[in-house]
Structures are given as structure tokens and as C-alpha cells.
């Protein structure tokens, strides 16, 4: 063995108890994780098939506005997580075309991060002026404001909402 090859090979090496553990994935997760599993199991349990969803062969023409408000609010209890589904795709379509909203969604979402995982009351102090969390928390508020106001983040939510409320309606008849 050379020198270079003894300072690779080590024999009695102890590793930390409970490191193997986490580093094979059973860490510990926060509850509200577990909680967002569970509901989108029972949500995705809850999906209707999409031959269902799309058959169009049994449509007929309503014959007046009662029956249309009736297969509206009908279809809207039915087909709930299929319509969720669709605004879903929609947000993810708009985030990801509009790179500024995607950084903006980014930025706000970082900074809410950072403030609430804090410990309770630790302030921060830059230039010799102190934050408490709700200080910081108003000052990404106000950083996360224009930067969604000039990304366009209102008229992606009218524009996912308005697109939605017409898959609905072209879907009820």
C-alpha cells in the first residue's frame, strides 16, 4: 500500500448513532405533511374517470334554465376533484409560462418560509435597527406585493377562475 492509499482506507470507523437512519429516509416529518398525504389520497380516491368526464355522447339539450342550474350544481358536487384537477393544471400552466410569477412565487414563498421557522421572538438586527418576526414578516409583504402585483399574479387567479367556471358550464349540458 502506498501513502495516498492509506488515507482513503479507514477500519474502525463509528458512525453516530441514528445517522444510517436519516440519511435513508425515515426522518421524522412535520404532522401537517402526513395531514396534506392523507387528504390527497382521499381527493385523488375521490377522481372520476376521465372516459366519464369527457363523454359528451349522453349530453342532451336542457330544455330550460331550471334543468342547467340543476346539472350545474349537480355535475360541480360529481365531478368536484375533476374540476380541482383542471385548475390545478392551470395554475402549474400559468407558473410555468410566466417566469416572473414563478420567481416572485418563489421569493414571497422563501421569505414566509424563513420567518415562520424561526424560534418564537428571535428578532434580527441589520445596521443597528431591530426586526421582531412581525416586522420582518410586514417588510416580505411588502417586498411579495409589487413583485406579485408586476408578475400579474391577479389576472393569472381571474383568468384560472374564469377558465375554470367555463369548463364548468360547457361541461353541465
Sequence with gaps: MTVDENLFIEENVELPSGLFNKRMGSVNLPPQINQAKEWIMTKRESLRPWQEFGNFGRATKPANIAVISKRVSHNVIYYYTNYAFISALLIVYCIISSPLLLLAITVSGTACYLISTQKEGKTIQIA?????????ALIAACISLPLLFFASAGTVIFWVIGLTCSVVGIHAP
Design 128 to 136: 443597528g435597527h431591530t426586526f421582531s418576526p412581525k416586522d420582518q
